[in-house]
């Protein structure tokens, strides 16, 4: 589909193409369709006169109403305009007397050059239409014709929602993934200057290390993580110069261990395991006397990625009821931008326990 979807784009943009190549390319449409008309609709018995006016009345009503719908009708949908309603019933009705003109001009054409071979139903048409314009508007005719318009046109206009659906759903997909990823940057920062801020009220010789390790993170979080997927390589450095400052700050009362296993290769979202690693140094820290830890094991098995966080709940979380519920708004974030960009393709496992919490998430990498 999206092999497909980029053919279409590439024939027809949907922004950035010139006029001239737009007429073109919708000149092009309707000739093919007229074409299709000629082949599938003209009868042996009929005469080529009569077989052009009638395939160019189709060919005419079909484009009408395909410009109605989607230059006119679709636009005041899509934007909710306040005379949506009222516009649609107008321009429907200028669609079925635009049928009424053109239809009884193609008799009158029909009848005046005599192009109905004996046999035909010359008397139905006679009766019927021959110096009558509102017999076109009986019901079932207006039905027949509507319906009949809409299936042949169905390609044109089928072709040009599909790609303003397509634009919307990646501008609402894109729109989600900035959103949340503007919630986890900054409320990723102001944890890391946390942590240095303590460190320098301390006087600690590491500082320096850690205002290195600040900027390489900064760097990250700034430039790289705006990209839609970055190397997995530059994401697991990422995790490394995290926990590396966050162990700065917590070494007396924190034991963490950080595993790799498997060739580190690929690409993957940014900042999509950061959330996990936060939670877990959040949550694990209780006072200078409580065992905290945590393991953190990532592993690679040919494209498939597990990814495993386990930590200790401290004291603090046990006895604070407010705290009891791990996570909040970045692990609901992170949840959210697996959902939008592994759709029914990633698997996430909690598993929050008396003394631990236990994540497992397992995707496959880009």
Known sequence: MEKVTELFLKIYPIEGISAKRRILLHCIFWLIMFIGFWQTMTLPVTTTKYNFIVISYYTLTDAIFFYIFVYLISPLWDNNHKNRYLATILYGAIFVISLAIFFNIRIQLIFHYDLLLKGSEYPYYSSKFYNSFWGVFEFNVIISLVLKTFLTTLPAFHTKLTLSLIKNISEKKQVEIDYLRSQINPHFLTNTLNNIYSLSVTDDKRNSDAILSLSSLLD??????????????????????????????????????????????????????????????????????????IKILLKVDDDKLYFEVENSKSNLTTNNNQRKTFGGIGLANVKKRLATLYPNNYSLEIHDKKDTYVIILRLGLM
């Not at 997927?229 to 950080?258: A, D, G, P, Y």
């Not at 900042?271 to 996990?276: D, E, G, S």
Request: charged share 20%; net charge negative; with cysteine.
């Open 220 to 293: 990250y979080v700034l430039y790289e993580s705006n990209q839609p997927t970055i190397s997995f390589e530059r994401e697991v450095c990422f995790l490394s110069n995290f926990i590396e400052l966050e162990k700065m700050r917590n070494t007396k009362r924190l034991q963490v261990n950080f595993e790799i296993e498997g060739d580190i290769h690929g690409n993957i979202p940014p900042m999509i395991l950061i959330t996990f690693v936060e939670n877990a140094f959040k949550h694990s820290i209780g006072d200078l006397y409580s065992n905290s830890f």
